[in-house]
């Protein structure tokens, strides 16, 4: 079992910036794939970004290709989402997500039923 744990949502501004933080407990952290989802009233949960278990490689949205950075400290078991420049469509609640442990053939995925492991959320609130 691996629990997640979201920190660092806010209300901000357009053009503001915000970083999220997913603390990891349980199961050896650096032999799962990581990346954050969002999900927006009424719409269905998205891929953010994803971040491979050594950290060597990551997958990012379009949406946010540029403004979002995903980084992790496995000594603190610990991912991170920098997101700047947000604007009022970054509005959600942003989950974290891990899948693994990783096996020889390692993809970021981008479908949530993939993942295995998952936060409780944290709200992001962009205002213009």
């Known amino acids: 079992q691996v629990q997640l744990v979201e920190s660092g949502g806010g209300l901000v501004q357009a053009g503001d910036s915000l970083r999220l933080s997913c603390a990891a407990s349980g199961r050896t952290f650096s032999d799962y794939i990581v990346a954050w989802f969002r999900q927006a009233p009424g719409k269905e949960r998205e891929f953010v970004v994803g971040?491979?278990?050594?950290?060597?490689?990551?997958r990012t949205a379009d949406s946010v290709e540029g403004r979002f950075t995903i980084s992790r400290d496995n000594a603190k078991n610990t991912v991170y989402l920098l997101m700047n420049d947000l604007k009022p469509e970054d509005t959600a609640v942003y989950y974290c997500?891990?899948?693994?442990?990783?096996?020889?053939?390692?993809?970021?995925?981008?479908?949530?039923?993939?993942?295995?492991?998952w936060g409780r959320g944290t709200q992001v609130t962009v205002s213009t």
């Open positions: 971040i491979t278990g050594s950290g060597r490689s990551i």
């Open positions: 997500a891990a899948d693994g442990p990783q096996t020889s053939y390692i993809i970021i995925e981008t479908i949530p039923g993939r993942y295995q492991y």
